[in-house]
């Protein structure tokens, strides 16, 4: 493989890479908003947020005397679908389908069975670190739905 073609992209004082420049070539950092820095800082926030709305709903049903599980389920159908709106357009550029819907959520199913196996694994070699593992679980299940959402769905 030549490296003719090749440019250095300074990103700060932080880091230097060699980009390829030929097609099909993998560019993590670039100064496209569309690169996968920009997209892991959007991805991020549209997930604090929706965590938040997530939140927001599950309590707001709760508080006028829906079940808790009820009122989970609807809160949490209400986080998923923000996040699938807002995650196409914002984040990543696309365009709204039924079947990148689907693909989104066998995403969120995919990285919940390994938020939940990450638990599971933290808490038979550790049983003492019960919040530990919630907070490895969750660390898994936003990469997870990081690298299947920008890879797969929303190709």
Same mark, same amino acid.
């Given at each position: ?14 880091? /230097?890479?060699?980009?390829? /420049? ?80 689907? /693909?989104? #959520? ?40 990081? #690298? #299947?959402? /920008? ?5």
């Amino acid at each position: 493989m030549s490296w003719a073609g090749c440019k250095n992209i300074s990103l700060g004082w932080i880091l /230097k890479i060699q980009v390829m /420049k030929r097609r099909g070539a993998l560019r993590l950092f670039s100064r496209s908003p569309d690169n996968t820095f920009t997209q892991t800082i959007k991805f991020c926030l549209v997930g604090l947020l929706n965590t938040a709305i997530t939140a927001a709903v599950i309590f707001a049903f709760i508080h006028i005397g829906t079940g808790i599980y009820l009122s989970n389920f609807i809160g949490y159908a209400v986080g998923i679908a923000f996040s699938f709106v807002v995650n196409s357009l914002f984040t990543f550029s696309t365009s709204l389908s039924f079947h990148r819907l689907g /693909k989104f #959520l066998l995403t969120c199913l995919i990285a919940y069975l390994v938020n939940v196996g990450v638990v599971w694994l933290v808490i038979q070699t550790h049983p003492s670190l019960i919040y530990s593992s919630q907070i490895a679980g969750m660390v898994t299940y936003t990469i997870t739905g990081f #690298l #299947l959402t /920008k890879l797969w769905d929303m190709k």
